[in-house]
């Protein structure tokens, strides 16, 4: 009976690390998508992840903002920047600064 209680929970932990991984990578793709076509964000910045190459805006490589910082500036703009609140949607927002994040962090 025990075996059987281990198992399941077995098989559950491994079905939510399968799909953790695969909406992950929906949301680094949207990021992409967004980072590269959309907002067009290596026109300002440089992103070695994203092969852009910007000199406008700050080097992201170089910042590496925290998620909170990203999607506040990336909402409100600063500076020069535009905001992108009620161009890009919410789940577009977070899945560029998800992107641009996770690009950065190892650098």
Not at 36 to 41: G, L, R
Not at 76 to 95: F, H, K, P, R, Y
Request: charged share 20%.
């Amino acid at each position: 009976m025990i075996e059987d209680f281990l198992k399941k929970i077995f098989s559950i932990l491994i079905a939510i690390m399968f799909t953790t991984e695969l909406f992950a990578d929906d949301k680094k793709n949207l990021g992409l998508e967004v980072y590269n076509s959309k907002a067009m964000c290596g026109t300002c910045h440089t992103l070695e992840a994203a092969g852009s190459a910007g000199d406008i805006g700050p080097n992201l490589d170089q910042l590496k903002a925290s998620m909170d910082q990203i999607i506040y500036v990336v909402t409100n703009g600063i500076g020069v920047m535009q905001a992108w609140d009620g161009i890009l949607t919410s789940e577009e927002i977070e899945a560029v600064a998800h992107y641009v994040f996770n690009s950065t962090k190892n650098n």
